[in-house]
């Protein structure tokens, strides 16, 4: 069965700083996306990465995808307390349903 | 722009209560999907719905839970004899299928409070 590990679960940075959050799965897929949720809130598609070696990038956040290391990563440039949020990546898997088999989350607290 | 909506927002009922969330998927999507978030936790996938009948579920979707497309716009989730575990956010997911790659495009969410 297909899992997907992100990693830190919880980060606190200050604001200015960069870091990357890790998506790591273990088997074959078609799709990975990167999500953001505020507290209590619905999912934010923020990225969609199809194929090898594919980058995306939108303001602070880029996210790349290595489908032979089965990683993708979120890289977060120059934070701002604004990306505050918690973070999912999720892959597809199963077919005809491509149903979302969804990360563990990242917590990210900006600091100021 | 099309979106998934989803009713109510908030639920609250008595355990062993039957409840149903609604969900009206964008138009002319034909998956749909419930997953479903308990607090503090990742988002997991119930179950997927294609042609009028139910495609895949997990391990999670047991008897107690249903799903239906009474008409043309609704696709709900029933919880037959709601138990404490069930307090959850329960998301609705469509997506176009003329294609794999089509995105599902979830809907804001019901939280669902079982006291």
């Known amino acids: 069965e297909l899992k997907v590990e992100q990693n830190p679960l919880f980060l606190s940075m200050q604001e200015g700083k960069n870091y990357t959050i890790y998506c790591n799965y273990s088997?074959?897929?078609?799709?990975l996306y990167w999500y953001r949720q505020d507290p209590g809130k619905s999912l934010e598609s923020l990225f969609v990465?199809?194929?090898?070696?594919a980058v995306k990038q939108e303001g602070r956040l880029m996210a790349s995808l290595d489908t032979k290391a089965r990683l993708s990563t979120l890289h977060i440039t120059a934070a701002v307390h604004d990306l505050s949020a918690t973070y999912f990546c999720a892959v597809t898997y199963g077919g005809a349903t491509n149903k979302l088999i969804f990360g563990t989350g990242t917590l990210l607290a900006v600091q100021p | 722009e099309p979106e998934v909506t989803q009713t109510p927002s908030h639920q609250v009922t008595q355990m062993g209560q039957e409840v149903i969330l609604r969900c009206v998927p964008i138009?002319?999507?034909?998956?749909f999907y419930w997953y479903r978030q308990i607090l503090g936790q990742k988002v997991e996938f119930l179950v997927s719905?294609?042609?009028?009948?139910?495609?895949?579920k997990s391990e999670i979707f047991d008897d107690q839970f249903s799903v239906e497309r009474p008409d043309g716009s609704n696709f709900t989730l029933k919880i037959r004899s709601t138990k404490l575990e069930d307090s959850a956010m329960y998301f609705c997911?469509?997506?176009?299928?003329?294609?794999?790659?089509?995105?599902?495009?979830f809907g804001p969410g019901t939280r669902l409070t079982v006291l």
């Open positions: 997911a469509s997506r176009a299928g003329t294609s794999s790659y089509n995105e599902q495009f």
């Open positions: 138009s002319n999507h034909l998956y």
């Open positions: 088997t074959t897929s078609d799709r």
């Open positions: 719905f294609y042609n009028n009948e139910i495609s895949e």
């Open positions: 990465l199809l194929s090898n070696g």
